[in-house]
Nanobody
Framework: RLQPVESGGGLVQSGGSLRLSCTAP????????MDWYRQAAGKQREWVSF???????SYADSVKGRFTISKDKFKDTVYLQMNSLQPEDTAMYSC???????????????WGQGTQVTVSA
């Protein structure tokens, strides 16, 4: 199973920006899709964004217009650009590959370790 590694989290002030990275060797080779999720302490995991094999994207309503997902196939990396961050965005952010339009079963992946994003008021 593909194993992603997340990075780029940190502590920022309200209104600030961060760019998260999710690197999963094999992501581009197997033409996989990638999801970003987040989970705040004591709350259920929330789906954030998805990028498909053709580059099409989708977003949760809570982040639409503020977050942008993109990918670099050469680096097997998906990015999540987060702007206008608010305290309610504070969470552990994780990513995971999955089959996209191509339906490649090799894309079923595992959770990464996550990267913490903390937004102060």
């Amino acid at each position: 199973r593909l194993q992603p590694v997340e990075s780029g989290g940190g502590l920022v002030q309200s209104g600030g920006s961060l760019r998260l990275s999710c690197t999963a060797p094999g992501f581009a080779f197997f033409t996989c899709g990638m999801d970003w999720y987040r989970q705040a302490a004591g709350k259920q995991r929330e789906w954030v964004s998805f990028i498909n094999t053709d580059g099409s994207t989708s977003y949760a309503d809570s982040v639409k217009g503020r977050f942008t997902i993109s990918k670099d196939k050469f680096k097997d990396t998906v990015y999540l650009q987060m702007n206008s961050l608010q305290p309610e965005d504070t969470a552990m952010y994780s990513c995971m590959t999955r089959p996209g339009s191509g339906g490649n079963p090799s894309c079923f992946g595992s959770w990464g370790q996550g990267t913490q994003v903390t937004v102060s008021a």
